[in-house]
C-alpha cells in the first residue's frame, strides 16, 4: 500500500524531537520518493522500512540549508553502503546548480565507483510534471518565498489518492491551484511573515483548494513556541479536520488512515571500504 511518511516537521530551528522539514513517499511496489533532504535520510528510512536501494528519485524544493543539507551525507552513505543504482534528482535551475557546487566542495567527482547521480531542472510555471513513474505523477508549481521554490502534488495512480504540499511559502492562489481537491494538503505554518504562512493562513488556502484535510508542517518549535497553538488557529478558517504532523508520522495513501511507524529496522549491508 502506498504510504507517506513524515521525517521531519520542524522549520528552520529544529530540536531533538523534530527534524527540518522532508517526507517519503513509497509506493506498492516498494520505490521510494524523498522530497528534500534533512539530516541523515538513510537513517531515517531505514528506522521506517526503507531500504536505501529503494530510494529511485529525489524532489528539491529550493536551496536553504535546512531543506538540502543532508544532500551530502545521503550520497556518502548510500555510496560508503555500496549503492550502484542511479538516483534521480529534480529541483528548479536556482536550486540544483548550487547543490552541484555544494557536492563539488566535497569533491564528488573523485570518490572511486560512485553510482550515477541524474539531475532534472525543473521549469519556473504551474502545474508542471516533475516525474511519472509506475505509482505517482507529480506535478509541482513556484510559491512565494525568499529564493525561487516549488510546491508539489502527488498523485497515487493505484488508489487516486491526491497529496499538495505547499513548501515554503506565502499564501498565494498557485498553492491553492495546485492543491485543488486533494485528499491531504500539507502546508507550511511557520507564522504570518514575509516568505511564510501562518496556520490560519494554512486554512484559508485549504478552505480555497477545498481539501479533504490540512496537515500543518514547518513550524516553529525552539524557545517558547508552541505548535499545540496552530492547530485551533487553522480551524478557525478551516472547517475540514486539521492535524499537526509530527515526525514519524505515517499516512496510508489508500485509505487515508494514520498510523506510527517507530521500530521497523532493514539489516545493514556491509560498508564499501573508502
Not at 506535478?139 to 508539489?152: N, V
Not at 501562518?198 to 524557545?223: D, F, R
Request: proline share 6%; aromatic share 8%.
Amino acid at each position: 500500500m502506498a504510504r507517506l511518511v513524515i521525517l521531519g516537521s520542524a522549520a528552520a530551528l529544529n530540536d531533538a524531537d523534530h527534524d527540518n522539514t522532508h517526507m517519503v513517499f513509497q509506493g506498492d511496489k516498494g520505490n521510494a520518493i524523498l522530497v528534500d533532504c534533512g539530516s541523515n535520510p538513510v537513517v531515517k528510512l531505514q528506522r521506517v522500512g526503507i531500504h536505501y536501494e529503494q530510494l529511485t528519485d529525489l524532489i528539491l524544493t529550493h536551496f536553504h540549508p535546512d531543506h538540502v543539507y543532508g544532500m551530502p551525507i545521503l550520497l556518502m552513505h548510500m555510496w560508503l553502503l555500496g549503492r550502484e543504482k542511479p538516483l534521480r534528482v529534480y529541483g528548479l535551475h536556482h536550486c540544483l546548480h548550487r547543490t552541484e557546487d555544494m557536492m563539488a566542495g566535497f569533491t564528488w567527482d573523485e570518490w572511486p565507483r560512485f553510482f550515477p547521480v541524474a539531475f532534472h531542472r525543473l521549469p519556473e510555471r504551474e502545474k508542471m510534471l516533475v516525474l511519472d513513474s509506475e505509482d505517482f505523477r507529480i506535478f509541482s508549481s513556484p510559491t512565494k518565498h525568499y529564493i525561487p521554490t516549488i510546491g508539489l502534488r502527488v498523485e497515487v495512480k493505484s488508489s487516486g489518492t491526491v497529496v499538495a504540499y505547499s513548501c515554503d511559502t506565502e499564501p498565494i492562489d498557485a498553492v491553492a491551484r495546485l492543491a485543488e481537491g486533494a485528499d491531504i494538503l500539507i502546508h507550511e505554518a511557520t507564522g504570518k511573515m514575509m516568505g511564510h504562512s501562518s496556520a490560519a493562513q494554512a486554512g484559508e488556502i485549504a478552505t480555497q483548494a477545498g481539501v479533504k484535510k490540512l496537515v500543518l508542517i514547518h513550524y516553529e518549535v525552539w524557545g517558547d513556541a508552541d505548535p499545540t497553538k496552530l492547530v485551533p488557529e487553522a480551524k478557525s478558517t478551516f472547517d475540514g479536520p486539521v492535524e499537526l504532523a509530527v515526525d514519524f508520522k505515517e499516512f496510508d495513501l489508500g485509505g487515508l488512515k494514520p498510523t506510527d511507524q517507530r521500530s521497523q529496522t532493514d539489516p545493514h549491508p556491509p560498508a564499501r571500504d573508502r
